[in-house]
C-alpha cells in the first residue's frame, strides 16, 4: 500500500513538471506516462474501493461494538440484580437465623437425656431430633397435665368431704350446746339430792 502511495507521487510530480514545462514530450514518454497516469487512475480507483470497503468495515465493526457493548451492559445489569437478589437473601437468611425461635426456649430435656430414654434417635437428623424431642416434652406434659387434673379432682373432693365435716363438728357443736342447756335442770337436780 505504502509503495503504491509512492509511485502515485512520483507520477503527480511527474506530471505537475510536464505542465509546468508546457512542452511536448516525446512519444516514448509520452506513451510511458500515458500508462503512468491509466495505471495511477486504476490505483486512485482501487484506492477509492479499499477506502469504502475500509468505512463499511469501519461502520460495521462499530454497529457489531455497540449491539456488543448493550449485550455486556444488558449482561452487567443482570449480574448486578444477582449481586443485589443475593445481597437481599444473606440478609433474608441471616434475619432468619438471628430469629428468636419460640422452640428453642421450650424447656426440654437435654438430647444426651432424649437420646439415652430413646436410642433409636441417635441417628436422625438436627430436626428430626428436634421434633422428636417436642413431641416427648408434649406427651409428658400431657400425663403430667392428667395427673394435676385428677390430683385436682382428689384435691376438691377433700375439700368438699372437709367442708362436711367441719360442718358436721358445728351441727354436733349445737347440738352438744342444746344437750348441755337441756341437761342443766338435771343437773341441778342431782346437786339437790345430793
Known amino acids: 500500500m505504502s509503495d503504491l502511495l509512492l509511485r502515485a507521487d512520483a507520477l503527480v510530480a511527474l506530471l505537475s ?62 449480574l448486578q440484580n444477582l449481586y443485589y437478589e443475593q445481597r437481599h437473601l444473606q440478609g433474608e437468611i441471616a434475619a432468619c437465623d438471628e430469629y428468636d425461635h419460640s422452640h428453642l426456649r421450650l424447656p426440654l ?33 400431657e400425663t403430667l397435665e392428667q395427673q394435676r387434673q385428677e390430683l385436682l379432682k382428689r384435691k376438691q373432693k377433700l375439700i368438699s368431704e372437709n367442708k362436711k365435716r367441719k360442718d358436721d363438728l358445728a351441727n354436733l357443736d349445737k347440738d352438744l350446746e342444746k344437750f348441755i342447756d337441756a341437761a342443766k335442770p338435771i343437773q341441778v337436780l342431782f346437786e339437790k339430792v345430793a
Request: net charge negative; aromatic share 4%.
Open 17 to 78: 513538471t510536464a505542465d509546468e514545462a508546457g512542452a511536448r514530450l516525446p512519444a516514448d514518454l509520452e506513451a510511458t506516462l500515458s500508462k503512468q497516469q491509466k495505471l495511477l487512475f486504476t490505483n486512485i480507483a482501487h484506492l477509492r474501493g479499499l477506502h469504502r470497503a475500509a468505512h463499511f468495515s469501519a461502520r460495521e465493526t462499530k454497529a457489531t461494538t455497540a449491539e456488543d457493548r448493550q449485550a455486556v451492559d444488558t449482561l452487567h445489569l443482570q
Open 109 to 141: 430435656i437435654p438430647v444426651e437425656d432424649f437420646l439415652e430414654q430413646h436410642p433409636d434417635q441417635a441417628t436422625d437428623d438436627e430436626n428430626a431430633l428436634m421434633t422428636a424431642r417436642i413431641a416427648h416434652e408434649r406427651a409428658q406434659r
